[in-house]
């Protein structure tokens, strides 16, 4: 059975990618990272990949005049790895819907917030300063919005009285850490469907399916 290939996108420490390094040789994600791609150069999350065996790729966005000449680049280097799924684990930029379209319906962020509450940057910080008794995570497909596109799962904790803003973001990724693995894996087995504004998830006895089976048909081979 061919496993799910992802690409992981990447700006910063990487600890998300690590979560997901750990699930996939641990048997808990049925998916090889086929690729980590990082828009800056010397991040933590590239030593991460390197540890790992896996391939790198720097894509600096600040070597392109356009960003639809910074996504071309991106494309090239997934489809480069034959990448089947793309994972936004601490990305840190928006993408337009030329990279969206190349990827369709393939395109997973998790975000350290409840969506549709506190989209955007340091949603934690929000979600603190608003006083919010319960907080979380949230991953979901991307579409052409900030954080807006259909939600395949939460998880929530609750907010504590000595909390605050740093303790809270650290207790949140801890969930991130559990819940981005989980997901994957619900794509791998070809679990999720999305209606509307809602994601489906199939019954647990569905198995993974074959990807490259899958692919040779959606081209009508």
């Known amino acids: 059975m061919t496993k799910l290939r992802i690409g992981v996108l990447v700006s910063g420490t990487g600890s998300n990618l690590q979560a997901l390094i750990d699930a996939s040789r641990g048997g808990r994600l049925d998916a090889d990272i086929a690729v980590v791609i990082s828009n800056k150069a010397g991040v933590r999350a590239l030593e991460r990949a390197r540890e790992a065996d896996i391939p790198s790729v720097v894509v600096s966005h600040k070597e392109f005049k356009s960003r639809e000449r910074f996504e ?12 089947r799924c793309v994972v936004l684990a601490g990305f840190m930029r928006l993408l337009t819907g030329y990279f969206l379209d190349a990827f369709s319906g393939r395109v997973i962020n998790i975000h350290p917030s409840l969506l549709p ?3 955007g940057v340091d949603a ?3 979600a603190f300063e608003h006083g919010v008794k319960i907080a979380g ?3 979901h497909f991307v579409d052409r919005g900030t954080d807006t596109g259909p939600i395949i799962a939460q998880r929530a904790l609750q907010v ?3 909390d605050t803003a740093e303790t809270l973001r650290a207790r949140i990724l801890e969930l991130e850490h559990q819940l981005l693995p ?7 087995e070809d679990r999720l469907r999305v209606e509307g504004r809602r994601v489906l998830i199939a019954d647990e006895g ?6 490259a089976a899958l692919d040779k048909a959606e081209r009508g081979a």
């Open 124 to 126: 934690q910080r929000q």
């Open 206 to 211: 569905r198995r993974a399916v074959d990807h």
């Open 72 to 83: 071309v680049a991106l494309i090239k280097a997934l489809r480069d790895h034959d990448v």
């Open 182 to 188: 989980e997901a994957l894996q619900l794509l791998a």
């Open 160 to 162: 504590r009285d000595d």
């Open 117 to 119: 509450a506190f989209p």
């Open 137 to 139: 995570c949230t991953v």
